[in-house]
């Protein structure tokens, strides 16, 4: 069974599109057609989207596993500092998620915290590959591994924060 879902478009897409009609064999009666059309598109851009979502949290999900490894190794204040940007707190309330997420990789991107992400060079380098999709198309291999190397990393620091939180509430009882 397949659900229907509607779709907005721009209204100069919208009017080009009932412009070109003909051009599509359809008579003003009968919409079928460019419906099965426009369904398949769409239908095809979904299973895409799907895919990207379904490896990026799989490299999320690796990223958080291996910050919640790496996080004993920080000290308290670096915990902190990471806890603070990620939530949002002080002057990063109004930073975008990218935003904080980007400054917390900045701040540890240096040597003194190459411990912290091993698999990231292997990962961006695609060396470690976690799922066929990030090279089945070689003209997009190299953005795909810095996509989700970036969720990668996203999950690392959510890793770090899930300790973090955890310590803080058994402080707290």
Request: proline share 3%; with cysteine; aromatic share 10%.
């Amino acid at each position: 069974m397949a659900k229907r879902i509607n779709i907005s478009l721009p209204d100069e897409m919208f009017e080009k599109l009932s412009e070109l009609k003909d051009e599509f064999g359809v008579s003003k009666s009968n919409n079928e057609k460019i419906d099965r059309k426009i369904s398949h598109i769409c239908q095809e851009a979904l299973g895409k989207i799907i895919i990207e979502a379904e490896v990026s949290r799989i490299y999320r999900i690796e990223g958080i596993k291996d910050g919640e490894i790496a996080a004993p190794s920080l000290s308290q204040r670096d915990k902190e500092f990471i806890f603070r940007v990620l939530n949002g707190q002080g002057p990063y309330k109004k930073w975008s998620k990218f935003e904080r997420m980007n400054e917390v990789n900045d701040h540890f991107s240096g040597s003194k915290y190459s411990f912290l992400t091993p698999r990231f060079a292997d990962l961006m380098d695609g060396d470690i590959i976690l799922h066929d999709w990030v090279e089945s198309d070689p003209q997009k291999a190299e953005d795909r591994r810095g996509e989700m190397s970036w969720s990668y990393i996203e999950g690392f620091f959510e890793g770090v924060v899930k300790v973090f939180s955890k310590e803080k509430m058994e402080a707290d009882i």
